[in-house]
C-alpha cells in the first residue's frame, strides 16, 4: 500500500513539469516563425554599399574594395561593370510557402578609359520592369550544324519516321 501511495505523489510532481516542457517547446516554436527564412544571392546590401561610390571620384580598385570583383562584365565595353543583388523570402499563407521575390537590384557602374567612376545607375526591382530590351536575336555560330551533321541528323529522321 505504501509503493501505491508514493507512486501516486510522484505522478503528481511530474504533471506540472509536463505541462511547463509544454509551455516552453510552443513557446520555442512560435518563435521560429517570426523570423523570416531569407535567400539572398549576389552582393547584400547592394544599396547601401552603392552609396558609398561617388562619381567622378571613385576608381575600379576603390569599386572593388566596396563591393568586390563584378559579376557581370561588359563583352563590348570593359569599362561597364555590373552587380546584382537578389532577395527571396517564403510567402505567407496565401502563397503557400512559395518563394517571393522581396529584392531584386541591380547596379551598373561605367568607367571611362583611366578608370575614373563616370556613371553610376541603380534599378530596384520596379525600375526593372520598365526597362526595354532589344528584339533582337543573337545567331551562334556554333551551333549551326555542318553538311555533314545536318545530312546525318535527315537520315536519322527518315529511318525514325518509318518505324512508327
Not at 121 to 132: L, Y
Request: charged share 25%; hydrophobic share 40%; with cysteine.
Amino acid at each position: 500500500m505504501q509503493c501505491i501511495v508514493q507512486v501516486s505523489i510522484m505522478s503528481g510532481k511530474f504533471k506540472y513539469h509536463k505541462k511547463i516542457i509544454y509551455l516552453v517547446f510552443l513557446i520555442i516554436l512560435i518563435g521560429c516563425q517570426f523570423q523570416d527564412t531569407i535567400k539572398t544571392h549576389g552582393i547584400i546590401y547592394l544599396e547601401n554599399r552603392s552609396e558609398a561610390l561617388s562619381v567622378n571620384k571613385s576608381n575600379k580598385n576603390d569599386v572593388i574594395k566596396i563591393m568586390g570583383q563584378p559579376q557581370i562584365k561588359s563583352f563590348e565595353d570593359e569599362n561597364m561593370w555590373i552587380y546584382a543583388e537578389r532577395v527571396l523570402t517564403k510567402g505567407k499563407f496565401h502563397k503557400l510557402g512559395q518563394n517571393v521575390l522581396k529584392e531584386n537590384n541591380v547596379l551598373a557602374l561605367k568607367f571611362n578609359k583611366y578608370g575614373i567612376l563616370v556613371d553610376k545607375e541603380f534599378f530596384n526591382k520596379s525600375e526593372i520592369n520598365k526597362i526595354s530590351f532589344s528584339k533582337k536575336i543573337t545567331e551562334n555560330d556554333i551551333s549551326k550544324k555542318s553538311f555533314v551533321g545536318s545530312f546525318l541528323e535527315s537520315i536519322r529522321q527518315k529511318m525514325y519516321e518509318n518505324k512508327r
